[in-house]
Structure formats: C-alpha cells, structure tokens
C-alpha cells in the first residue's frame, strides 16, 4: 500500500559525504516515525538514524556527530545526509517508516535498499 524508493548510495572514499532519500508513495494515510538502517554482509540489520514527525531524533553511536537524518512530512521523505564516511558504514542501507492506518494501528514499510560502499 505504501512504497518506499531510496536513492543516493554509491561509491566513495573515506571522509568523503552521501546524502540519501527516500521518498514514500502510494496510499498514504499517516506517517509517523521514519528512519535508516543499514545491514552489512553477514551483519543484523541495524539502526541508523530515526526521526519522529515532530522532528525528535536518534542516531547509533557510531555515526553521532557524523550524519544528520531530516524529513519533510509535506512531502513524505525522508534523508540521511552522511558525512565523514568510513570503511565500516558500508552497507545497504534501507528506508523505513511506520504508517498509521487507523486509531492505534500501525504498519512498517521497508524500501527496496541502497547500497553505500566506502573505500579506504
């Protein structure tokens, strides 16, 4: 019902700056949080950046002060502006939003994922 499609990954060399987007469309009711994850071979799958509608953020440790995640609810995207990059934030990193489909009833959307491989 809701698609997410990233964009902006690719190949960089260390210190060097991405900015990802994400873009949901479809039957869009709500949206609510929305964040990034990433996933690196034969890693779990594990939580970048997110951000409330309001606007509230978190971020992992080891990107803190090296990427900023910012959203814009009028138009349902989301970006992940990644900064200082290293070998190890290589990874397929994936957009994710929770949708409310109802009083307290809530669906989570994965996009298709973008990969960012950082070379040293």
């Given at each position: 019902q809701v698609r997410l499609v990233e964009?902006?990954?690719g190949l960089v060399q260390a210190g060097g700056s991405l900015r990802l987007?994400?873009?949901a469309s479809g039957s869009i009711f709500y949206i609510n949080?929305?964040?990034w994850y990433r996933q690196a071979p034969g890693k779990q799958r594990e939580l970048v950046a997110r951000i409330t509608r309001g606007s509230i953020t978190n971020y992992a440790d080891s990107v803190k002060g090296?990427?900023?995640i910012s959203r814009d609810n009028a138009?349902?995207?989301v970006d992940l502006q990644m900064n200082s990059l290293k070998p190890e934030?290589?990874?397929v990193y994936y957009c994710?939003?929770?949708?409310?489909i109802g009083w307290g009833s809530e669906d989570t959307y994965w996009g298709q994922g973008t990969?960012?491989?950082?070379s040293s």
């Amino acid at each position: 019902q809701v698609r997410l499609v990233e964009s902006g990954g690719g190949l960089v060399q260390a210190g060097g700056s991405l900015r990802l987007s994400c873009a949901a469309s479809g039957s869009i009711f709500y949206i609510n949080a929305m964040g990034w994850y990433r996933q690196a071979p034969g890693k779990q799958r594990e939580l970048v950046a997110r951000i409330t509608r309001g606007s509230i953020t978190n971020y992992a440790d080891s990107v803190k002060g090296r990427f900023t995640i910012s959203r814009d609810n009028a138009k349902n995207t989301v970006d992940l502006q990644m900064n200082s990059l290293k070998p190890e934030d290589t990874a397929v990193y994936y957009c994710n939003a929770d949708h409310q489909i109802g009083w307290g009833s809530e669906d989570t959307y994965w996009g298709q994922g973008t990969q960012v491989t950082v070379s040293s």
